[in-house]
């Protein structure tokens, strides 16, 4: 079992950044694959990013490849999502989520998820 609890939202600019943080208690998160799904008004939850046990492999949706990085701290438990050039339709609620089964950096299926945070807002203004 993992307790996973994000912060770093916010609202900014359109062309700014912000970093998103997830802090994990209860494991250490080399036992994980970790993924960022993001869930805008009205839409359904979308895969972001996902990362491998180890940190070495990175996966990422087209709508955020080159402007997100998602990295991972397994001594500190804590997974991050920078964001950069951040676009009004990058506005929605952002999950962590830590994966127990998957192999390499992940699914891009939020149901391989075991487990997950609550969500950090994160709004874009144009």
């Known amino acids: 079992q993992v307790q996973l609890v994000e912060s770093g939202g916010g609202l900014v600019q359109a062309g700014g950044s912000l970093r998103l943080s997830c802090a994990a208690s209860?494991?250490?998160?080399?036992?994980?694959?970790m993924g960022w799904f993001r869930q805008a008004p009205g839409k359904e939850r979308e895969f972001v990013a996902s990362i491998s046990r180890g940190g070495s492999s990175t996966y990422y949706a087209d709508s955020v490849k080159g402007r997100f990085t998602i990295s991972k701290d397994n001594a500190k438990i804590t997974v991050y999502l920078q964001m950069n050039s951040l676009k009004p339709e990058d506005t929605a609620v952002y999950y962590c989520?830590?994966?127990?089964?998957?192999?390499?950096?992940?699914?891009?299926?939020?149901?391989?998820?075991?487990?997950w945070g609550q969500g950090t807002q994160v709004t874009v203004s144009s």
């Open positions: 989520a830590a994966d127990r089964t998957s192999m390499g950096y992940g699914s891009v299926m939020e149901h391989e998820y075991d487990f």
């Open positions: 209860g494991r250490t998160l080399s036992y994980y694959v």
